[in-house]
């Protein structure tokens, strides 16, 4: 199995261009957004918990998301890897990642960071919140905010996965179809 990290800040394009990754390598998309957003649509107990987080624009506490994932990688057959979406986003969900993945005889293969202009990271999440209505969207406080969060909590990742020999930057200004060229060159080097 061949498993990827699809990283960047929000708005950097890792949703997008996961769903179109994941179809075309065979890898199973995880994203952490994705199953908390579900959780919120479908009103249960930690998706009301999570909502108010989600709202500010704050992380998600590490053990909500790692219990997430492990779920759903022991429940996943068929696939050729995992493509991980959003997830980690801190230091210590890395480490528990590459832990679950150790155990089950499996490793991280390639961190994949989109690097984003601040300024388009803003204007495709305003963009976005036209059509899908996410509060953590609307608010041009809270899009800063989440993009704080990334510096601050989540970027230390790059340099942990660059002493490991996996750290790939990737130029993700442009049409979506030119990033996902970009993308499936990088990857096609691994499949
Ligand atoms: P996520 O769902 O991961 O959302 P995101 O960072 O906004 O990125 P997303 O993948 O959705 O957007 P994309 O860049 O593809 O996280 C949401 C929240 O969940 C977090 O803030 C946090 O609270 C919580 N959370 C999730 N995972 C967590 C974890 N592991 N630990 C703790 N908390 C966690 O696209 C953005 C927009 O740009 C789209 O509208 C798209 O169409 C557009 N776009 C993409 N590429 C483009 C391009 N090339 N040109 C123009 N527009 C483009």
Do not use: W
């Amino acid at each position: 199995m061949v498993n990827f990290l699809i990283f960047g800040p929000p708005g950097s394009g890792k949703g997008t261009q996961s769903v179109r990754l994941a179809e075309k390598f065979n890898l199973l998309h995880l994203s952490t957004g994705d199953m908390l957003r579900a959780e919120i649509t479908a009103g249960t107990e930690l998706g009301k918990k999570m909502s108010l987080i989600m709202s500010k624009g704050e992380l998600v506490p590490d053990e909500v998301v790692i219990e997430m994932i492990a779920y759903k990688i022991d429940n996943s057959k068929g696939s050729f890897g995992f493509l991980f979406d959003g997830f980690p986003r801190t230091v210590a969900q890395t480490v528990s990642l590459e832990k679950m993945l150790n155990d089950r005889g499996m490793k991280i293969d390639k961190m994949l960071v989109l690097d984003v202009d601040h300024d388009e990271l803003v204007k495709r999440l305003i963009a976005r919140a036209e059509l899908s209505g996410r509060p953590d969207d609307k608010d041009p406080a809270v899009i800063e905010n989440r993009i704080e969060v990334y510096k601050e909590k989540t970027e230390p990742i790059i340099q942990y996965c660059n002493q490991k020999g996996i750290y790939q930057p990737v130029n993700g200004m442009g049409t979506i179809n030119d990033i996902f060229k970009r993308l499936s060159d990088y990857m096609k080097k691994l499949i």
